[in-house]
């Protein structure tokens, strides 16, 4: 930023002294541009004979000072607020004045120079002329159209923005407002009150940012999905990160479902936070489910026990995975699950 | 050491949670509900930690964007941990490109939102399991792309992505540096220079989330 802390304590708004240093240097340049044409038509007018430069170079300025009065009223609006271009509103007597000046001045120095003699020239002159009187009287009202084509876009962004508000605030009306009733209804079940809170929260996540694949198409939501069923069923959270995506392959589904069971086991033994991170690279899909303890000693957990054994290690070797337990008690107890993607291609 | 804060969010309810979650350790100093206040807090408070809501009303509706645009760069800028309840990439990275020295979620327990605070009030950086997880997609680091050298902006070195990676993973700094059998500081210095990678790199990636928040 251009602003130094003086600006900034004596007002807060932002910008504006960007917008401080645009002025100053606006005048600067006008002065410098004007003395510097002034000069080049001096010059001119000594090698080229004054009367031959003049028959011209005046129509030339007049014109300038025409298209200067008549884009004046505009100038003040673009540096105050280009954002509402409101045309009509621009209008006070005094830009009235300026522009019916302007105007006349301008089809003045149209007419004066048409009566410029070319020297023995008849056939340029019947070219350039018009050219010269289209373009000055394009010039003209140029800006004001630009003007009124920029105010009609930003009118029909404000229609669509006004539309799509109406839409979020239905949306929001449906869902967001009945859980909140519900919510109030059940106060006094805890439970009740946090499922229902996680439920509307993932339903709005999922309509804020909209655009997300399907569960077949991208297995970062097949392992957010299946995560989330684990949340309402346990009621705990579960912290979801993904990196990389692919479609959902039967291998990975494999690994997913592992996952979602090692998560089962972490919400019913474990403690939150729990940490889910999956990460897609070429050659494998590597899934880790953490939880926060208390962790247990996998040498005693009992044969019997199918939870470990059939749902994570087995499901993960039938596509050709493993899936790696480590704990200790009174330690925080992380299953990595890692699938080789080879088959695939 | 007592930590000043001010905390900026324009719900009251979310306001008031935090001031109450916060350990004994961090004073409160001043708040904000939008950018214009959130400013003038901030100048007259000087607080050492800002706990910047990212999406804010008010300013040029750039949010979180438009505060820290106003209040860092000074001498004795307060140092800045962004707070959303966002998970898209570009609300992320655009508050860490903007100066922002940590994300946490607004679902974080109230003792590792202090932890994060006097982290962050201590120069360091403060990555959240997400935050590791968007640095790890956008350097490509499921890709297989390492940097070959410690100044490489555009890639992270093989270390960093280790320390990303459990990052992501839920490990705390500590159990990080038990994990790689390194010192807690020095993990510490890898995110660091994590961070200022993902504020100076010009990979495509971050231009883009970037440029979809209108900063670069």
């Keep these: 930023m251009v602003c130094d802390d003086k600006d900034v304590t004596e007002s807060v708004r932002v910008a504006r002294p960007l917008r401080r240093e645009a002025d100053a240097s606006t005048w600067w340049r006008g002065l410098v541009g004007g003395m510097m044409i002034a000069l080049a038509l001096a010059l001119l007018a000594r090698r080229r004979g004054v009367d031959e430069v003049s028959a011209w170079a005046l129509p030339a300025i007049v014109f300038v000072i025409a298209l200067i009065l008549v884009w004046s009223p505009l100038d003040s609006a673009v540096q105050t607020d280009a954002r509402r271009p409101d045309v009509v509103s621009l209008f006070s007597r005094d830009a009235w004045a300026r522009v019916v000046v302007g105007v006349l001045l301008a089809i003045g120095s149209m007419i004066w120079f048409a009566q410029w003699d070319f020297h023995g020239h008849p056939l340029t002159r019947a070219i350039v002329v018009p050219i010269v009187a289209v373009t000055g009287f394009v010039l003209v009202p140029a800006p004001w159209w630009t003007r009124l084509i920029r105010q009609v876009a930003v009118e029909r962004e404000q229609r669509v923005r006004e539309f799509e508000r109406a839409e979020i605030a239905a949306h929001l009306h449906d869902s967001v407002m009945q859980t909140l009733t519900l919510i109030r209804a059940k106060a006094n079940e805890p439970d009740t009150v946090a499922r229902l809170a996680r439920a509307q929260e993932r339903d709005l996540r999922a309509y804020l940012y909209q655009g997300r694949r399907s569960e077949a198409d991208s297995v970062a939501t097949a392992l957010a999905a299946a995560m989330s069923e684990v949340e309402d069923t346990h009621g705990v959270a579960i912290e979801v990160v993904s990196v990389g995506d692919a479609p959902t392959t039967d291998a990975l589904r494999a690994a997913v479902k592992a996952a979602r069971e090692a998560a089962m086991n972490a919400a019913r033994h474990g403690s939150e936070p729990i940490s889910v991170y999956a990460e897609l690279t070429d050659d494998a899909y590597e899934v880790y489910v953490r939880d926060s303890g208390p962790g247990f000693d996998p040498l005693l957990v009992h044969k019997d026990r199918a939870g470990i054994r059939n749902s994570i290690i087995g499901r993960a070797a039938r596509h050709g995975g493993t899936a790696i337990i480590s704990s200790a008690p009174q330690s925080r107890t992380e299953v990595a699950i890692t699938m080789p993607r080879k088959d695939e291609r | ?216």
């Design chain 2, 1 to 216: 050491m007592t930590v000043r804060v001010v905390i900026v969010d324009d719900h009251d309810v979310i306001r008031v949670g935090v001031r109450e979650s916060l350990e004994d350790d961090i004073v409160v100093v001043g708040e904000g509900r939008d950018v214009e206040s959130a400013i003038v807090a901030v100048k007259e408070a000087k607080p050492d930690v800002v706990i910047l809501d990212v999406h804010l009303p008010g300013g040029t509706g750039g949010g979180a964007l438009d505060v820290l645009a106003e209040i860092l760069g000074g001498a004795n800028a307060p140092k800045v941990l962004a707070l959303s309840v966002s998970d898209a990439a570009d609300d992320v990275v655009a508050v860490v490109r903007a100066g922002a020295r940590g994300y946490v979620t607004k679902s974080i327990s109230g003792p590792d939102l202090s932890d994060a605070v006097r982290r962050v009030a201590s120069g360091d950086a403060v990555f959240s399991p997400r935050l590791a997880g968007f640095v790890l997609d956008a350097f490509n680091a499921a890709g297989g792309e390492v940097a070959q050298a410690d100044e490489d902006l555009n890639s992270l070195t093989e270390r960093e992505q280790e320390v990303m990676r459990l990052i992501a993973r839920g490990y705390t700094y500590r159990e990080v540096g038990e994990k790689l059998f390194i010192s807690i500081k020095t993990v510490e210095t890898h995110v660091g220079k994590v961070l200022h990678k993902l504020q100076l790199s010009n990979r495509h990636e971050l231009a883009r989330w970037a440029a979809q928040r209108r900063i670069v």
